[in-house]
């Protein structure tokens, strides 16, 4: 199997506000290999998000293509989008979007729920992932009774419960407090030295100096950032 999980090839994106068109992305190419884990930066506005969204098919792009695994994504219909989505990626947000009126490990089932799994056997994976996320005393409480931190780390086990292909993270720890921030930072960290591979838009330094992998998102395209 390719090294290369998700490649982005001549990305543009364009807004229409009005008779104002916006070029927000203008021929960006990226290649994700196994293993990967790669920052994105650049000040808020500049199009990390719209970025993260095509790469991860919740977004069609104006022009250009996206391979995952070596299907172009957007030759797709939406059915067979939604289903690779599901199965192939992972999807961290700022805001965790958790359901508030399921548990934690309710939460988490719900890729596999989704998916067609049997009742039971996406309970003891959920369970499996939040044990190993550090949540496994939290699996009854509901979003509410967890603090910010936690949420994030249920929004993780979410993502990860599919065995996804690569994990796409928008500011993943930007609500966080710095304490907060660093714990969740070693977790993607231990996650991703287990072989998960990350793609994260971040606006914190201290988070982006621990990558290997890191680009700035300017006039469109990315280009080579020096930590």
């Known amino acids: 199997m390719s090294d290369v999980v998700l490649e982005a090839q001549d990305l543009h994106k364009i807004f229409v506000l009005g008779e104002e068109k916006i070029n927000v992305l203008r021929g960006l190419n990226l290649v994700v290999n196994r293993g990967d884990f790669i920052g994105v930066v650049g000040p808020s506005g500049v199009g990390k998000s719209t970025l993260l969204h095509i790469l991860g098919g919740l977004d069609h792009p104006t022009e250009g293509k996206v391979f995952l695994d070596g299907e172009e994504m957007y030759k797709m219909d939406d059915s067979e989008l939604a289903r690779v989505r599901n199965a192939k990626i992972g999807f961290i947000f700022q805001f965790h979007y958790l359901l508030p009126e399921f548990t934690a490990l309710e939460n988490v089932m719900m890729p596999g729920i989704i998916g067609g799994q049997p009742w039971a056997e996406a309970k003891k994976k959920a369970k499996e992932i939040l044990e190993e996320v550090g949540l496994g005393h939290r699996l009854e409480h509901t979003p509410v009774e967890l603090s910010g931190g936690e949420k994030q780390r249920v929004a993780i086990a979410r993502a990860l419960f599919n065995n996804p292909r690569v994990v796409l993270a928008d500011e993943p720890s930007g609500n966080l407090d710095p304490e907060r921030a660093e714990e969740l930072h070693n977790l993607l960290f231990r ?11 971040t606006h914190n330094m201290e988070f982006v100096s621990r990558m290997r992998k890191v680009y700035r998102l300017k006039r469109g395209v990315l280009e080579a950032y020096e930590v």
């Open 191 to 201: 996650l991703n030295e287990q072989g998960i591979t990350f793609v994260v838009a």
